[in-house]
């Protein structure tokens, strides 16, 4: 059992910057893969970015490829997100999620560990 907590929302101004955290606690394994998706209000969840734990491959969607960067702190078993140049359009409840999900990552049926979302508010 993994059980995510993510951290570092809040309320920013276009342009600015945030760091989302994702800290899991519990048993983790090196197959497993992080990923943050969010979901604004009234629209579906979708991929953000993803992070494979043993690989350090990186994926990101065309939306924030550029803006945001994915790495993680193994030592910790701790995962961010760091989200440059945020605009209006980023605001949503950021959710991390953890699993083995292979070549899936971005598909967050696959991910069977979530964590309780964190917001992030971006005003113009």
């Known amino acids: 059992q993994v059980q995510p907590v993510e951290s570092g929302g809040g309320s920013v101004q276009a342009g600015g910057s945030l760091r989302l955290s994702c800290a899991a606690s519990g048993r983790t394994f090196s197959t497993y893969t992080t990923g943050w998706f969010r979901q604004a209000p009234g629209k579906e969840r979708q991929f953000v970015a993803a992070i494979a734990w043993r690989a350090r491959n990186t994926y990101y969607s065309d939306s924030v490829k550029g803006r945001f960067t994915i790495s993680r702190d193994n030592a910790k078993n701790t995962v961010y997100l760091q989200m440059n140049s945020l605009k209006r359009e980023d605001t949503a409840e950021y959710f991390c999620?953890?699993?083995?999900?292979?070549?899936?990552?971005?598909?967050?049926?696959?991910?069977?560990?979530w964590g309780q979302g964190t917001q992030v508010t971006v005003s113009s």
């Open positions: 999620a953890w699993g083995n999900v292979g070549s899936n990552y971005d598909y967050d049926r696959y991910y069977p560990y």
